[in-house]
């Protein structure tokens, strides 16, 4: 009994200080985004700038185009996550509950496509892309998007063969029920809390992509809210304006912190869900 407190003990500890290690950034880089740019590198440094200014927001928000970065953002984010979920959640279903021939050949092929890292590919869609006329517009950041994710399907599979009993859909067949509404009123809100899990991590990742908008988006007015966060460190790392970085760096992250904040139930669920059973 004694030894299993003092491990608990050590794992709290250990815990905390691996907390402290990742939210110190964060809290940096808030305390030097309210911070007069004189006083950045003053010595000691202050946790609790002395005195506080919100103005490095108002001053980012007026001086760049943070408003198209974060509309461009939403409109690649809003659109991938609506459309490439639900393909994903029918290509998810359609693996778990059905068969059909090669479907285990089907899947593990798709599974491999996990392995081509991204800079095998990278010449070949810009070049197809700019064959289309599609360079410097959303549509190469949007369209592949909307075919699903293999990833997301991989964990979709996994959480419904687990969450999603076949008497229940047999039960729903001999009530009469067709395939479109057995997904649609079964298995869909069966992988609510999994969908709201992949649409918080789909939504993080999309929302901080830096290298397909830097390939792809040329003109500030197309750019994504972290591309045109790079392209502001240019100019006011050359001023030594740290604060205004920090800004906007902070205004470009309160949507992931929201989502998160508001999808981490979900999130804990499903992974719970899918750990146990799956």
Known sequence: MKQQKIANIWSFLILLAGTVFMIAPFLWTLSTSMKDQRNVFEIPPKWIPEPATFGNYSDVWEQSPLLNGFANSLIIVVTVLTI??????????????????LKNALFMGLLGTMMIPYSVVMIPQYIGFSWLNWVDTLLPLIIPGLFGNIVVVFFLRQYLSGALPNDLIEA??????????????????????ALAAQAALGFMGIWNDFLGPL????TPENQTIQVLIASMQALYIGQSNYPMIMAAAVIAMIPVILVFFFCQRYFIESLAISGIKG
């Open 84 to 101: 490439g979920l639900f393909v994903s959640a029918m290509s998810s279903y359609a693996f778990s509950k059905f068969d059909f021939p």
């Open 172 to 193: 729903a067949k001999i009530d009469g029920c067709s395939f479109p509404r057995i997904f649609w009123s079964i298995a869909l809100p069966v992988m609510k809390p």
């Open 215 to 218: 390939i792809y988006l040329h």
